[in-house]
């Protein structure tokens, strides 16, 4: 396998880590009332995570290309395999909510629908964090943590 396509991970973790940064610096934005500011910081956002989409599948892709399987398994066992499985499920399930989410929250803010911008960006704005910051944490229990 190239050393391009094993250096996707990492990239995919900086990813999601700059996704949940720019996240909570929209929050902050917001909160302290710099709504261009928060505007720039949550499109940034989105774009980030869309970039980290493209690279998520392009890594899973390549590495079906070279080596005939798109996974990488988690080789722990015991509690920490549990524990990461948890993480993992609710990352998947979450993280399949977060595109529609975010562009019907991000549609309604350009609209300046700001109730039910407001409505949506609380369901939104947690779930979006949780699956940033899971997305790192699977990644360092996969590469960094993965021992069998």
Not at 13 to 33: E, M, P, Q, Y
Request: glycine share 8%.
């Amino acid at each position: 396998m190239p050393a391009w396509v094993a250096s996707l991970p990492a990239v995919n973790a900086g990813l999601n880590g700059l996704a949940l940064l720019l996240l909570l610096g929209g929050w902050v934005l917001v909160r302290r009332g710099h709504h261009d500011a928060h505007r720039r910081t949550m499109l940034l956002a989105f774009a980030t995570s869309v970039l980290f989409l493209v690279c998520y599948l392009g890594h899973h892709a390549a590495r079906y290309h070279y080596i005939g399987d798109g996974h990488v398994r988690f080789a722990g066992t015991g509690t920490i395999r549990t524990v990461y499985l948890a993480i993992l499920a609710s990352h998947v399930v979450l993280a399949a909510a977060v595109p529609v989410l975010a562009i019907v929250t991000i549609r309604r803010g350009l609209r300046q629908d700001w109730e039910n911008h407001r409505r949506i960006a609380k369901i939104t704005f947690p779930v979006w964090l949780y699956v940033s910051l899971t997305g790192v944490i699977i990644y360092v229990m996969l590469f960094h943590w993965n021992v069998g």
